[in-house]
């Protein structure tokens, strides 16, 4: 199931690229999608790619407390977490909590 779902996702994260360009919101959600799917797959090396693309170009185009960045934030915090390196978890989620604090 999930493995049908990566391949959509691919092909529709190359087209976006393609047609809207690499910064366009619609291909940012995306890849985020994507690295939440490699995410529940626990392919952690593959979702941080995915979502730490998504998270910069979130951060340029909507800046760093938007909702949609912060939610990006988080699915990163969620594998460091799942990875046990609880530090760089608790900075992220702190981050997160800032974020919608502000």
């Known amino acids: 199931m999930y493995e049908e779902t990566i391949k959509v996702h691919e092909r529709c994260l190359a087209g976006e690229m393609k047609v809207l360009g690499e910064d366009c919101r619609q291909t940012l959600d995306t890849l985020n999608n ?23 170009g979130y951060e340029k185009l909507l800046g760093k ?18 990875r046990k390196d609880y ?11 800032k974020g919608y604090e502000a």
Not at 65 to 82: E, F, K, R
Not at 87 to 97: H, I, M, N, S
């Open 34 to 56: 994507l690295g939440a799917v490699y995410r529940m797959l626990g392919n952690y090396e593959k979702a941080l790619e995915c979502l730490e693309r998504a998270l910069t």
């Open 65 to 82: 407390n938007h909702p949609g960045t912060l939610g990006t934030v988080m699915n990163i915090a969620i594998i460091y977490d799942a």
């Open 87 to 97: 530090g760089k978890a608790e900075e992220l989620f702190e981050r997160v909590l």
